[in-house]
């Protein structure tokens, strides 16, 4: 079993404690001192998108955990396409933040224009950080000619973030980043042969502070028979 201190300034009450394919894997802030997961309804209603972060990093047991629970997602044809690169470095996450605001910002100017709005664009703003200072970038990819492999990920991608939620640690989907992480030069730099494609970008991290409750409108029912 790994024992995983979690960072102070993140001010996580407890450890990560991991058994894999077990019972028992975390207690976490959001599940203090109970010896078992969290429950699947309380996850899937209670996770949300962070967006404030503490520093630090998740470190590779956390990781390697998340991406196995990440590949027991569904998979059509049973291919298993996904792959992942995992971006940590400061510096190369700074660089990918500042191409995919400089792709993203005309993309938000035009969504506003669409809907009648005239709203901030932070992605024009110097200072935003798409990633939000989230230690950790997830980038799932596949082969781009492989049936239903953007399906794949994203399905994979779920489990990792409701699995991520479940042991008290935050994601967002990045959808921003994804024109800049399939720009031929950052899939170069960054490893992801040129036949696949960079599909679900997810940054993972120490939440800060609390995060807004969100709701959905009642399921709509088109048709039934
Ligand atoms: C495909 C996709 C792309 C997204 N891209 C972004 C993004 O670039 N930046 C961001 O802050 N949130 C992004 N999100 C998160 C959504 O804004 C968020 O899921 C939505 O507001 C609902 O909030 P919840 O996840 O807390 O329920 C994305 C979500 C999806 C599914």
Request: aromatic share 8%.
């Amino acid at each position: 079993m790994a024992v995983l201190v979690g960072p102070d300034e993140a001010n996580l009450s407890g450890h990560f404690a991991i058994k894999r394919h077990g019972v028992l894997y975390s207690w976490g802030p959001a599940m203090t001192n109970q010896p078992d997961t969290m429950s699947l309804e309380r996850a899937v209603y209670g996770r949300r998108s962070v967006r404030t972060y503490a520093p630090g990093r998740i470190d590779d047991d956390v990781l390697s955990f998340l991406l196995d629970a990440a590949v027991q997602a569904p998979t059509a044809i049973h291919q298993e396409p996904w792959r992942f690169v995992i971006v940590q470095s400061e510096h190369r996450l700074k660089q990918l933040s500042e191409r995919a605001k400089e792709l993203f910002a005309p993309e938000v100017e035009r969504l506003h224009h669409a809907h009648g709005q005239a709203g901030d664009n932070p992605f024009a703003q110097p200072e935003f950080d798409v990633f939000y200072g989230a230690g950790t970038l997830i980038v799932i990819c596949a082969p781009s000619a492989a049936p239903f492999a953007e399906a794949d990920c994203w399905l994979a991608a779920q489990n990792l973030m409701l699995t991520a939620y479940a042991m008290g640690l935050g994601t967002c989907v990045i959808g921003s980043a994804a024109q800049a992480l399939n720009e031929p030069s950052f899939k170069d730099s960054l490893g992801i042969p040129t036949e696949y494609t960079a599909i679900a970008p997810l940054i993972v991290g120490f939440p800060k502070g609390e995060t807004a409750p969100q709701t959905r409108h009642r399921p709509a029912i088109l048709s039934r028979w």
